[in-house]
């Protein structure tokens, strides 16, 4: 990729052989998830919260790389801006439908719903941690998210149309207010549908560790369906190096984050040393989970990224770039089964219900594909007349305004 600074000399793909992947993955997600039922409600409840945390990575990605483009008010990332906002209009009406088998196995999943007493740790959490907090929380976060991702690329798209700079100023106000929005709302379905599995642990920095894990993952997969644009659609045009260089850094700069805020909650938690707060960590470090968690995650979560992408030039080669998005794919699966599967096998992570927990991301990844599939044909697939286009493309364009021809001061 280290030559693709001339968009003409981009090859082409050829994805035809391709198109039925989210057709195969739904189908055999569906029949794993069904098989999961043979071995209870509640494995197949766990295993469609892993599945949905994890596409709803993509969706909160989304929707903070969009906001971050306004907010900034950055040209490298025009390229990649329309995909952001279909990735965030994913939030709704795509991921609460994909939330309701959540919804509907809440009580198999979450012990404090069928808790015969209230507990200490219930009672100052009310009213988030009760039966009805739940489902409203739920429908108040997906009602955000809705206004907010629908506005967003509305006035985008709009603006496709007619240009207008007012709808620039516009998209930055939903950024500016959505902003602190989406830190709410990210913070609190964190809480109410990871940390909620064990409602009496505390933890001031979960919310954040969940966005870095999540912005990871949505960096390398915005660089590869970047990538998959500009070598099949109009896209080929607008994409330059400068835009991979820019999301590759941008991913080294979350590895980094990611590794900051997960040791600051560990060596916190370590330091207090206080029993309700570090009886979460000490069940990871049980049987199989201490394995996952002082090797799998420290070493594949950050060292292997950490150190493929300090090299500037990797991180324009696909041969690194491939790769290493599909290892933050992985990885981000291999922890996500850290936060959340020894609430469910306390000791051990390579069960039978492991397979049900991939059979579900796979079923839900098939849907999000077909819908984005679906969205990219639907609409340009960059803005097409965003005011900051010239200086993405590198091409000058001289102020409307003759100084030459401007009224000379009387002398």
Not at 15 to 28: A, E, H
Not at 274 to 303: C, D
Not at 397 to 406: F, K, L
């Amino acid at each position: 990729m280290g030559s693709h600074s001339s968009s003409s000399s981009v090859p082409a793909l050829d994805l035809s052989k391709w198109k039925n992947i989210p057709v195969i993955l739904i189908v055999i997600g569906a029949i794993g998830v069904g098989a999961g039922f043979l071995g209870g409600a509640k494995q197949v409840g766990y295993s469609c919260l892993l599945a949905f945390m994890f596409c709803l990575s993509f969706g909160m990605g989304g929707f903070f790389l969009t906001m971050a483009h306004h907010l900034f008010d950055a040209s490298w990332s025009i390229a990649t801006r329309r995909f952001c906002e279909h990735l965030a209009c994913l939030l709704f009406p795509t991921l609460a439908i994909l939330f309701l088998p959540v919804a509907i196995l809440a009580k198999e999943i979450y012990p404090w719903m069928k808790a015969a007493t209230m507990t200490h740790s219930l009672e100052v959490k009310k009213p988030l941690f009760t039966l009805p907090g739940f489902y409203i929380t739920s429908a108040i976060l997906f009602l955000i998210w809705f206004v907010w991702t629908r506005q967003l690329r509305a006035a985008s798209l709009k603006q496709d149309e007619t240009g207008a700079a007012a709808l620039t100023f516009r998209m930055r106000y939903l950024a500016c207010t959505g902003i602190v929005l989406f830190a709410v709302t990210f913070t609190l379905a964190a809480i109410l549908f990871m940390k909620g599995l064990m409602d009496d642990w505390y933890s001031t920095m979960y919310g954040v560790t969940y966005f870095a894990s999540s912005v990871w993952l949505t960096l390398p997969t915005v660089y590869v369906v970047t990538m998959i644009l500009q070598r099949t659609t109009a896209l080929r045009n607008i994409a330059s190096e400068n835009t991979y260089y820019m999301i590759g850094t941008l991913f080294f700069a979350f590895t980094v984050f990611w590794a900051y805020v997960n040791f600051a909650q560990y060596f916190i938690i370590w330091n207090a040393n206080m029993p309700e707060e570090t009886f979460w960590f000490w069940l990871r470090e049980q049987g199989q989970w201490k394995y996952v968690g002082q090797y799998v995650i420290i070493f594949g979560h950050f060292f292997v990224p950490f150190l493929m992408l300090l090299r500037i030039d990797w991180k324009l080669k696909l041969i690194t770039m491939i790769p290493l998005t599909i290892w933050a794919w992985l990885m981000h699966f291999v922890d996500l089964e850290f936060q959340i599967m020894p609430a469910y096998h306390e000791n051990n992570i390579l069960t039978w219900g492991l397979l049900v927990d991939i059979a579900a991301v796979a079923l839900y990844v098939g849907v999000l594909m077909l819908v984005l599939i679906r969205a990219l044909k639907q609409y340009p697939v960059y803005p097409l007349r965003d005011p900051r286009m010239a200086e993405a493309l590198g091409i000058y364009v001289p102020p409307h305004s003759d100084i030459s021809t401007a009224p000379q001061r009387a002398k």
